[in-house]
């Protein structure tokens, strides 16, 4: 199984925090987080390689906090801070050294009052 495994996400408030977690199968050289809402296409999120650098979308730096533990191979989104407008599907995508690219099945984060 090289589906990376997704959890975390939920119903938040506008203000709240939620943190997701992927784990991968295996060795990776990147890891990512995409969301996908209503009527719109997937978006990078924020991304990190193996050696810890970092890349976020401009919607999200400041609020939005990625992070990875190679020993266990998996990866977590730190979110604060969430608007109404972070609402959708967030897909959790790793690029395998020994199998390329794979994405996990989505976990749907929605924030409203």
């Known amino acids: 199984q090289v589906q990376p495994v997704e959890s975390g996400g939920g119903l938040v408030q506008p203000g709240g925090s939620l943190r997701l977690s992927c784990t991968a199968s295996?060795?990776?050289?990147?890891m990512g987080w995409y969301r996908q809402a209503p009527g719109k296409q997937r978006e990078l999120v924020a991304s990190?390689?193996?050696?810890?650098?970092?890349n976020y979308s401009d919607s999200v730096k400041g609020r939005f906090t990625i992070s990875a533990d190679n020993a266990k191979n998996t990866m977590y989104l730190q979110m604060n801070n969430l608007k109404p407008e972070d609402t959708a599907v967030y897909y959790c995508?790793?690029?395998?050294?020994?199998?390329?690219?794979?994405w996990g099945q989505g976990t749907q984060v929605t924030v409203s009052s």
């Open positions: 995508n790793v690029i395998y050294k020994a199998w390329g690219r794979s």
């Open positions: 295996g060795s990776v050289f990147i």
């Open positions: 990190i390689t193996s050696g810890g650098i970092t």
